[in-house]
Structure formats: structure tokens, C-alpha cells
């Protein structure tokens, strides 16, 4: 069964930085494409990050782009995303989701956690 449990949010200000860590179970998330979408209050998921399988090759939303960075330990079975400068629209609940998807719709019918909470203050 596939598991896959957040962890590192919490509330910084504007210009702070967060690591959250996804702990992966059930398959080995190394060879695996996984990706980080995100959810502010009352929208829809938004797809931030992917790191491909066996290449580790990543790809970042424009929104993101040079302030976030996405790794994973394969030993640990365990993704990372690095974030940085971060803003206030960086603010919402920040989900793993298990492969990737050519739309944000397509994010809902994919493994994810229970996201973490991220929020980002003035």
C-alpha cells in the first residue's frame, strides 16, 4: 500500500525558508516520478515540482522557479522540497503525490499525503 506522510511546515515570514520531508512506504520512491502541488484556501491544486525517476531530472512551476528545490534521499525513501525566499501566495497546504500529471486536475487521482501547512506571513 502506498504511504506517503508530509512533515516540516509551519508559519515564517516573508523571505523565510522551510524544508518540508515526505516519507515514502509501499514502493520505492526512487525510481519513481513524484512531484509537490500545493492548495490555497479555497483553490484548487497547483502543481509546483516534479523529479523524474531514475534521472532525478527536475522541473519547477514558473511561480517557484530559483527559490524552491525539490531532492529525495533513496536511501531514506524520503523527498524533499527546499523552499526559499518565500511569499506570502506561497502560503497553503503543501501535498506528495506519488507520479506526475500533465494538468493540475490530474493531481487529484494520484497517490498524496495529508499534506502539511505552509504559511507565510507579512
Known amino acids: 500500500e502506498v504511504q506517503l506522510v508530509e512533515s516540516g511546515g509551519g508559519e515564517v515570514q516573508v523571505g523565510g525558508s522551510l524544508r518540508l520531508s515526505c516519507a515514502a512506504s509501499g514502493f520505492t520512491s526512487g525510481v519513481s516520478d513524484m512531484s509537490w502541488v500545493r492548495q490555497a484556501p479555497g483553490k484548487g491544486l497547483e502543481w509546483v515540482s516534479t523529479i523524474l525517476g531514475w534521472s532525478n531530472w527536475p522541473s519547477y512551476a514558473d511561480s517557484v522557479k530559483g527559490r524552491f528545490t525539490i531532492s529525495r534521499d533513496n536511501a531514506r525513501n524520503t523527498l524533499y522540497l527546499q523552499l526559499n525566499s518565500l511569499k506570502t501566495e506561497d502560503t497553503g497546504v503543501y501535498y506528495c503525490?506519488?507520479?506526475?500529471?500533465?494538468?493540475?486536475?490530474?493531481?487529484?487521482?494520484?497517490?498524496r499525503g495529508q499534506g502539511t501547512q505552509v504559511t507565510v506571513s507579512s
Open positions: 503525490v506519488k507520479g506526475r500529471s500533465v494538468d493540475n486536475a490530474g493531481y487529484g487521482s494520484l497517490p
